[in-house]
């Protein structure tokens, strides 16, 4: 009851990610595999996602987890939201073991919140086969907690999948390469930290149990057969902390080609050119026309900087 709606809204930010790029594939319905779907948080998020994006793109998704009971519940719930949406939905739920289930050939397949219960070799092959389930316009949207440890698994998975050619990242990184930087240091893990509203239902749940305390917290990775990067460019920034406003500075953590950096204005060089460096949030990407030096990018009067919210529905 709490988790599923909870964390439904985790598949938007990849979602709207691959729609702003204009990276979903052309094919109506969207064939999607939602993988380990449980209750059918995934599910119900791309029906939302779909809902704000505006786009009556219908959904026709295969679910496959090994617990039925959970499947007939994520198959009454998306029933009921994509009636409710006025979405053309078609849920196809399938009692399975995901490690070895046969993946029909699909648009999209969402992992959510499965890997960190296989064993590291089965996440390698089940991604891998993920990977050839999809064309080349098509995506591997991977979801998984926030937490050190599974964060960091994800990030290795990452690197063994570009290690192998099996799949190139289209997000969040804007680094193509292997390694991700998250990994040099033990103490440090990629995650989002998103803001969310809850349902009232949902977020009376949260306050009476303590479930959450506030922000939607996860990990993620989309890949593709084919590269593509959520934003091109070599001065394409993520930015991966909270912005720190040490006095007189403003300052965040950027992921990009050069490793983990910090990127400073000092704020007495704040212009109209580079002023988005203050407005970018973590989950952002930051165009900075500056090279980097040593140790961070220092953002000076005529450096310009561009944001971008690879995650808010156009329009929106
Ligand atoms: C934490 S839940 C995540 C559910 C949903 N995807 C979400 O994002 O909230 C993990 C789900 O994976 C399923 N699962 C774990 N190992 C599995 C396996 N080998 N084959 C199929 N399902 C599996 C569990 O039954 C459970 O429903």
């Known amino acids: 009851m709490f988790f599923t709606i909870a964390d439904a809204m985790k598949v938007a930010v990849p979602f709207v990610e691959l729609a702003n790029r204009d990276a979903l ?20 998020g791309l029906i939302e996602a779909v809902t704000r994006l505006g786009s009556p793109i219908g959904l026709s998704i295969t679910a496959i987890d090994r617990d039925a009971a959970a499947l007939g519940i994520a198959a009454a719930a998306v029933r009921q939201l994509a009636t409710v949406r006025g979405l053309d939905v078609t849920f196809t739920p399938r009692t399975d073991d995901a490690t070895g289930a046969k993946l ?22 089940l991604v891998e086969r993920a990977l050839a389930a999809i064309g080349d316009d098509g995506a591997v949207i991977i979801i998984e907690p926030a937490l050190r440890e599974t964060a960091r698994a994800l990030h290795e998975l990452r690197d063994v999948i570009l290690a192998t050619g099996a799949g190139h990242v289209f997000a969040p990184c804007t680094r193509a390469g292997a390694p991700c930087p998250s990994l040099a240091n033990p103490n440090d893990w990629c995650h989002e930290d998103r803001t969310i509203k809850l349902p009232p239902l949902t977020r009376e749940l949260s306050r009476l149990t303590h479930l959450r305390d506030d922000g939607m917290k ?32 403003h300052e965040v953590t950027g992921c990009s080609d050069p490793g983990w950096v910090s990127l400073r204005l000092l704020r007495r060089h ?47």
């Open 25 to 44: 594939p052309a094919a109506r319905p969207l064939r999607v595999i939602d993988l380990g779907a449980g209750c059918g948080a995934m599910s119900l």
């Open 104 to 125: 029909a050939s699909v648009d999209l397949v969402v992992i959510g919140t499965l890997l960190n219960e296989l064993a590291a070799p089965a996440r390698q092959a």
């Open 270 to 316: 704040r212009t109209d050119a580079n002023r988005d460096l203050e407005r970018a949030d973590r989950g952002d990407v930051v165009v900075i026309s500056a090279p980097p030096g040593d140790d961070r990018v220092e953002v000076v009067a005529d450096t310009a900087v561009v944001r971008h919210v690879p995650a808010k529905p156009r329009g929106s």
């Open 218 to 249: 996860f990990s993620y990775l989309v890949l593709r057969r084919q590269p593509l990067s959520v934003v091109e460019g070599p001065g394409a920034w993520r930015i991966v902390s909270p912005s720190r406003s040490p006095k007189g500075k």
